[in-house]
């Protein structure tokens, strides 16, 4: 910028400022002036408001319309086409109630209304897309252009003139210490620019008389045409669903027929270890081992694991009570006192196998062998109860667990 251009937006500055905080008053301009840049402030405060709302109106779906607008943002920075337009609600309810009426199939009544409500929703759907292309060519590209050129252009000569007026009454203000040819020169400025902007008002206000109007008149005659066919499309499926109203009310009903219930059998198993079992229900599958495997269980019970339950005897000859006491342990089949005295105990040296007399040998013998079974047999039926009870009681098993 050059000393003289900056000078003068240095006084332009000036004058503004003694207008605003000083009360300096400045050019008055006429009532009519005055009225008509009013009016295009309005319409240009409509024009953009209109814009936004129509587009609310037409994609309600806020979330939507921001998606939408980047994907076309990007694809202008791209170079490429516009990406995919705004997806309509009824098209969205459409896609599910055909979903859901395929999923149902052709022998429920329900899925092929969904079928039938679906194309009609998808339909729908066209016919708002149809609208939405109609509103935006003949309605919001009109004002958008009307907002981007004409309404611009007035801003730009009204903006010109205020910079101009205050150049001129900064001058004026200073008579006498400026020239007169000078101040001369900035009124006529003033008022060219003045008189333009005026022009261009007056254009526009005129205009509205026809164009913005007929534009308005866009918009409505679309709606007309969108309500219209949706309302033919809702017409044929509410007959649609009427028909299929009759033909369900026709076909006769079914009668519900219960199946047999699972019968019981409460009768002692000996393959289930006297628990009470159904004859038809069979019992979970499980894997080999699978219970064999508890941490809780005591280290005699995997000795168990090689044994097929079905090789285990029935539980009547694992009672306690069915156990015949051993014959060995009877009170006749111990040996008199004087056997057992220490005093006929010979001494070590004379302890050899071959110095201890047979009967007490044979006597010795069987007593470890029935012990070793008693306990063998003790420990068997031990584990045998804890096995019946992990399996029939979960709440047993756990508490096993925990113990």
């Not at 508890?294 to 694991?305: A, D, G, K, M």
């Not at 063998?376 to 756990?398: G, I, K, T, Y």
Request: aromatic share 6%.
């Amino acid at each position: 910028m050059s000393v003289a251009g900056f000078k003068k937006q240095f006084h332009k500055a000036t004058q503004r400022v003694s207008e605003r905080v000083g009360g300096a008053e400045g050019t008055k301009l006429d009532e009519d002036f005055t009225e008509m840049e009013k009016k295009v402030d309005t319409t240009s405060r409509a024009v953009l408001d209109i814009m936004t709302k129509t587009t609310e109106y037409l994609q309600p779906n806020p979330a939507s319309r921001a998606k939408m607008s980047m994907i076309n943002s990007m694809s202008k920075m791209r170079g490429q086409e516009k990406g995919p337009g705004y997806t309509q609600a009824e098209t969205i309810l459409g896609e599910s109630m055909q979903k859901f009426g395929r999923e149902l199939g052709e022998e429920s009544n329900f899925g092929l209304a969904l079928i039938d409500a679906g194309e009609s929703m998808r339909e729908l759907g066209e016919v708002k897309d149809a609208l939405d292309m109609e509103v935006k060519q003949n309605f919001i590209d009109p004002l958008q252009n009307l907002h981007d050129k004409d309404l611009k252009e007035i801003q730009h000569h009204l903006k010109k003139m205020e910079g101009r007026r205050l150049d001129f009454d900064y001058k004026k203000k200073r008579q006498g210490k400026v020239l007169d040819d000078e101040i001369k020169q900035a009124l006529e400025k003033f008022d060219d620019s003045k008189e333009i902007a005026e022009q261009s008002m007056f254009n526009l206000l005129e205009s509205d008389q026809i164009e913005q109007v007929s534009q308005l008149a866009s918009l409505v005659q679309a709606q007309v045409e969108y309500h219209s066919r949706a309302a033919e499309i809702l017409t044929q499926l509410s007959s649609k669903m009427e028909e299929r109203i009759r033909d369900s009310s026709n076909k006769p009903r079914k009668e519900f027929v219960p199946k047999p219930r699972t019968s019981m059998d409460f009768s002692i198993s000996e393959n289930h270890n006297g628990g009470i079992h159904s004859g038809s229900a069979k019992s979970p599958a499980r894997s080999p081992g699978e219970d064999y495997n508890h941490p809780s269980l005591p280290l005699c019970f995997y000795l168990l694991l090689p044994v097929h339950p079905s090789s285990i005897p029935p539980p009547s000859l694992l009672h306690p009570s069915s156990i015949p006491p051993p014959p060995f342990l009877h009170p006749s089949s111990i040996p008199p006192p004087s056997l057992l005295h220490p005093s006929s105990i010979p001494p070590p040296s004379l302890l050899h196998p071959s110095s201890i007399p047979p009967s007490t040998l044979a006597w010795l013998s069987n007593a470890l062998f029935n012990t070793t079974a008693f306990v063998f047999v003790l420990s068997f039926l031990c584990d045998r109860f804890l096995f019946s009870a992990l399996q029939h009681d979960p709440q047993v098993s756990q508490e096993g667990a925990e113990r």
